[in-house]
């Protein structure tokens, strides 16, 4: 039986794992095998482990545990996109999501239950801060998502399926990840890590809603993919949708891309762009992106405004889209428009909510029990 006191093994990276063997008094092998069946294997207790010897497992019965979030809500879109609803304590839940595409999958992971940031657009930011999420909480996402698509090791052998589903993971789910880099750091250490997910530097997507300070301790510390939410060509604008423009100003968010980039030298920055009508998507405005992005090696990424309710934004329409990336295609940059998917389960960029305390509307918070938990 695991108790509050047990040490949670799931969001231990390779570093944090060996400290923790060392005090058990075991070697570091010891630690990486454990890792190992952790997260290649997907073992959820330690009886599983057959190769590491009983007084060890028993031991480790006593001091730790394996403990994912657990599953509160569990849907399928018609595209396949297939989101999860993870209930992190007895108040707060939030969303992963897994986005099956032609020759990959990618799986999009929360940060925070919240965010403090506030962009007026996204849904996470109304709703308001709860709080940071564990490593174990972070890595547990794609813990879980692998285990229910059958693609830890162990199922696979089993020949439930053999494909490797997850390709991909972007933290672009719930929250800002540079706020919460004591817990990000681990976990994507793991997804990059041979005896953890394995997964390249570059298919680990970190986005930012451009948290310097962040920006320079990933670029340290793990530099994986880095993806900026530019979403508006100057100042004034930016200061209204993405409100940390206010303390870090976009020539200052450039001059750290190009800090970051130096740490991962055949990279670039994919700047995210939300498209919402007749706010940031002129061809004017359009053509002002290219002087921010003469300054940093980029591509950009269009995404379509996803509607949630109350949001006070529209869509921009295909044709302005098209338009858009026109004016940045013509002047050489690659760009990419995101495909909408999940939206008839809410689980399209920006429409997760999770089930967070709203301080903002308190009375209408639907108790996580009352979800049949
Ligand atoms: N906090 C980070 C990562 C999570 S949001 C960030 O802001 O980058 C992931 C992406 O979804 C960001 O580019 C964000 O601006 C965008 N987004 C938020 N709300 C959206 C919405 N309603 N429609 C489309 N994109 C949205
Ligand atoms: Fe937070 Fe990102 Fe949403 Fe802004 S867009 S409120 S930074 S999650």
Same mark, same amino acid.
């Given at each position: ?10 969001? &231990? ?11 058990? +008094? ?5 630690? $990486? ?18 190769? !590491? ?43 992963? =999501? ?5 020759? $990959? ?8 239950? +919240? ?54 993971? =972007? ?40 948290? /310097? ?47 970051? /980039?130096? $740490? ?11 498209? &919402? ?43 302005? !889209? ?52």
């Amino acid at each position: 039986m695991q108790t509050k006191l047990a040490t949670n093994l799931l969001g &231990l990276d390779s570093e944090g794992m060996e400290k923790c063997f060392a005090k058990l +008094g075991e070697k570091p092998f010891r630690a $990486r095998q454990v890792l190992k069946w952790i997260h290649r294997r997907g073992a959820a207790d330690f009886t599983a482990m057959t190769d !590491i010897a009983k007084d060890l497992r028993t031991k480790l019965n006593q001091a730790a545990a394996i403990e994912p979030p657990v599953v509160v809500g569990d849907s399928t879109a018609a595209d396949g996109t297939r989101k999860w609803l993870l209930k992190v304590d007895g108040a707060n839940a939030v969303e992963a =999501v897994f986005i099956p595409e032609d020759g $990959r999958g990618t799986l999009c992971v929360s940060s925070q239950a +919240g965010c403090t940031l506030a962009c007026p657009f996204c849904a996470t930011g109304k709703q308001g801060f709860n709080r940071n999420l564990s490593a174990a909480e972070i890595i547990g996402q794609l813990w879980l998502a692998n285990q229910a698509l059958g693609c830890h090791e162990v199922s696979a052998r089993a020949g439930i399926d053999s494909a490797r589903a997850i390709s991909n993971v =972007v933290f672009m789910g719930m929250g800002e990840p540079m706020l919460n880099l004591d817990a990000v750091i681990p976990a994507a250490r793991l997804m990059i890590d041979d005896n953890g997910y394995g997964l390249s530097r570059r298919r680990v997507t970190v986005s930012t809603s451009g948290v /310097l300070p962040g920006m320079d301790r990933l670029a340290e510390e793990c530099p994986v993919a880095l993806a900026v939410s530019l979403h508006a060509p100057d100042n004034a604008l930016r200061d209204r949708l993405v409100p940390i423009n206010r303390k870090y100003p976009i020539r200052q968010l450039i001059a750290a891309c190009n800090r970051y /980039l130096e $740490r991962a030298p055949r990279d670039f920055i994919t700047f995210e762009y939300v498209m &919402l009508e007749g706010v940031n998507d002129s061809d004017a405005q359009a053509r002002a992106l290219l002087g921010i992005a003469a300054g940093v090696r980029c591509k950009f990424n269009l995404i379509p405004f996803n509607a949630f309710h109350d949001s006070g934004y529209r869509r921009s329409g295909a044709e302005r !889209i098209r338009s858009f990336a026109q004016v940045l295609q013509r002047a050489g940059l690659t760009v990419t428009t995101r495909k909408t998917r999940g939206d008839g389960i809410a689980a399209a960029c920006g429409q997760l909510a999770g089930e967070v305390i709203d301080r903002t509307r308190r009375s209408k918070t639907v108790p996580i029990t009352a979800l049949g938990a």
